[in-house]
C-alpha cells in the first residue's frame, strides 16, 4: 500500500522554501515558525511558484519509488529475511575492513566571508548582518538567531530580520583563505583543501612526531589560525573524512569534538544521526530516504531488505557504509590531473536590458580568463549557465577543435549561446570550459599520433595513464564513498596483472587502433583493413557505442558479488 503524499501546500513544500541550509550552526533548533514565516513571504513570488514545481515534480518521484517498491516486495520469490540475511553478511564484511589507525581533521572557517567582513569593517561585530546581493552567501551569527542563512533571497532575510544589514562581497578573501591553508600545511603537507574555508589533514604522523594527543594538536592548530589571522576555526576529529566532517559541526563557532576511536561507540553515534546530516545527502535525497523510512542512520538497518531490492535507486553498500560510520581515511592535495572544469558565474537583481546582461557576461569573462592564465588551463567545450528571474536554470554549450581560454573568444561564443534565447528576464549568468588542457603539464598524445608514438613504449597493450584519471573524484571534494582502506581501493595496475596472467605466449602481438581504440594484430593487412573500415562514419558511431557499457552491464548484481566475497559467519 502507497502512503499518502504530503500536501502541497503543507510539510514538503514549506521544508522546501527554508533552502538547503537548515542545519547551518547559529540556528534555532525547532525552525518551524522561521520556516512558515519564509513559506508565508516567498507566496506569489516566482521563486516561490519554481519551488512549488520542483516538490510536485519530486513527489511524483517519490509516487513512483514507493509503487516500485511495494512492487518488488510482493513478487513471487522474494524472500525479506533471506535478503537480510545477505545484507548481514555484507555489513559483516565492511565492518572487517574499518581502519581506525588514521587521525583524520576537518576544519571550517566560523561564518568565512562575514568574519572576514568584520575584520574589514570593525563597527559590524555584534550586529545582524549578511554578505550578498539578491541571495545571500553567509550571515553573521547574530542574523542566523532569526533564522537568516546562507542560500537565503535578501526580500525573505529582510523579513526575518528587519535590522538586518547587507554587505556586498569584498575582495579580501583570499589572502586570509592561503593564510589559513599555509598554516594548515604545517601539520600536514599533504592537506586537503575542500574550499576556500574548509578542509582535510591527516596529523597521524604529526602527533607522532610531537608525542602529543590529537585533542591537543588541533587546539593548537586553531588557536594559531586565530593569532594569525584574526580568524576562529571549528574542528572535528576522527578515524576518516566523513565522520571528521560531521564532528567539526558539533561545536561551531570556534569549538572542536573528538570522535571516540571505537566502532561500537562509533556505530552507536551513528545510530541516531539524521540522515540529513551525512555529507552529500541533500533535500531531494533525504526526503526520497523519508518516504521509504529512513530518517536516522539507524533506520538504514530496519529496512537494510527494501535498501537491496532498490539498490539501483538508493545505492545499497554507500548507506551500509554510512549506517557503520566507514568511510574513506585518505587525505592527498587534488592533483591537477584531477580536474574537470573550471568556470565563473555572476549572480545580481533581475535583469532584462540586453547590453546590461552582456556587460555581465563580460565580466564572467574577464574572471574566467584570469583563473584560466593563473592556473594555466585551456579548453575546448563552452557552457553558457543562465538562471531567469523565476529560478529555472539552463545550459547551452558548444564545442570546437581549438584550444580557447581568452576574453575576447569567451566573450564571442557566451554572445553566441545567449542571444538566441534572449528577451529573457536573467539573474544569473555564468561560463563554464571543460575538455580541459593541463599547460604546465606534457601534452599527451591522442588519436593517429598515439598510435605513431605506440612503437616508443615499452608495452604497445598499455593504455595511457591519462585514462586513469576518469575514475579521480572532482577537484577538492574528498571520497567518502572510497573504502577506508586504501589498499582495497580499484587499482589499474592489479588488472594490467590480471590480464597478462591470462594471456598465452603465443598470442598475436596487437596495436591499439588511434579511432576505436580496440586491441588490433599488428600484420600490416589485418590493420589495414580494419582501419579502412574504422575511419568510415559509421563504423566510429558503431565503435563508441559499443564501447559504452549499459547501466545494467556496469553494475551488475552487486547483492550477489558481495554476499560471495563476504566471510562466512561462525556463530549460526
Known sequence: ????????????????????STGKAGLSKDQTDINRVIADVSKGSKFYENEKKKDKELSKKIEHILHLRDDLINRPGVNLAKTEAQVDQILHKLESERDLSQTIVHFDLDSFFASVEVLNDPTLAGKPFAVGHSVLSTASY????????????????????PQLIMVSHSSSYSEPSHKVMEICSRYDPQMCPAGCDEGYLNITKYCAEHNISSEACVEHLRSTVFNETKLTVSAGIAPNLMLAKICSDKNKPNGQYSMPFDSVLIKSFMKELPIRRIPGIGRVSERLLES??????????????????MDKQFGLIHLLRTHLGIASNTVQPPQREERKSIGAERTFSPLQDKQKILDKLEEVCAELESDMEQTQWTGRTITLKYKLDSFEVFTRAKSFDRWISKKEELFAIGQELLLPELPLTIRLIGLRVTKLKDLRGPNPSTGIKRFFDAGNSPNPNKKPKLADSEEVPDENLPDFASPANPSVKPSSSRNEKSRTQHQSPFQ??????????????????????????????SAIRQAQAEARPSPKQAQGNMLERWTKMAPKRLDR
Open 508 to 537: 598475436r602481438e596487437t596495436h591499439q587502433c588511434p579511432v576505436c581504440d580496440k586491441q588490433i594484430p599488428t600484420e600490416n593487412h589485418a590493420f589495414n583493413a580494419h582501419l579502412d573500415s574504422c575511419l568510415s562514419r
Open 292 to 309: 521509504i523510512g529512513i530518517k536516522t542512520c539507524g533506520d538504514i538497518y530496519t529496512h537494510r531488505a527494501t535498501l537491496s531490492l
Open 1 to 20: 500500500m502507497v502512503e499518502p503524499l504530503p500536501s502541497q501546500e503543507t510539510a514538503s513544500l514549506v521544508k522546501r522554501l527554508a533552502g538547503p
Open 142 to 161: 547574530e542574523a542566523r538567531k532569526y533564522g537568516v542563512r546562507s542560500g537565503m533571497a535578501t526580500f525573505v532575510a529582510k523579513k526575518l530580520c
